[in-house]
């Protein structure tokens, strides 16, 4: 059974920087794409926002809101991929999920809601 891992959440003050680890297990396909999507406190239902997706081929994508502020990077050796956050944001306060499904080229990862699995998230809230 696929799991995914989260962790890495914490409280931190506006400006400061967090990395986030997504570990997965028994994901045995070779062609994946795995993303990170956030969802902020508020009224429910809202859909998760896309932030950052990465690929078997290692390509990079970032939503407008995080780019030049987040790296997402993985280590395939660990099974691991990371989401360093720098010069956070009292507005990137949210419930932060991985994702992973097969790499198609049906559906853009940073809109893309029905992923196959999902992690159980990590909270990131940033104070001003």
């Known amino acids: 059974q696929v799991k995914l891992v989260e962790t890495g959440g914490e409280s931190v003050q506006s400006g400061g920087s967090l990395r986030l680890s997504c570990t997965v297990s028994?994901?045995?396909?070779?062609?994946?794409?795995m993303a990170w999507l956030r969802k902020p406190p508020g009224q429910v239902p809202r859909r998760p926002e896309g932030?950052?997706?990465?690929?078997?081929?290692?390509?990079?994508q970032y939503a407008l809101s995080v780019k030049g502020r987040f790296t997402i990077s993985q280590d395939s050796a660990k099974n691991t991929i990371y989401l360093q956050m720098n010069s956070l944001e009292p507005e990137d306060t949210a419930m932060y999920y991985c994702?992973?499904?097969?790499?198609?080229?049906?559906?853009?990862?940073?809109?893309?809601?029905?992923?196959?699995?999902w992690g159980q998230g990590t909270q990131v809230t940033v104070s001003s």
């Open positions: 028994e994901y045995t396909s070779d062609s994946y794409c």
């Open positions: 932030v950052a997706a990465i690929d078997s081929d290692g390509i990079a």
């Open positions: 994702a992973a499904d097969l790499l198609r080229s049906d559906y853009d990862p940073l809109y893309f809601e029905s992923w196959q699995y």
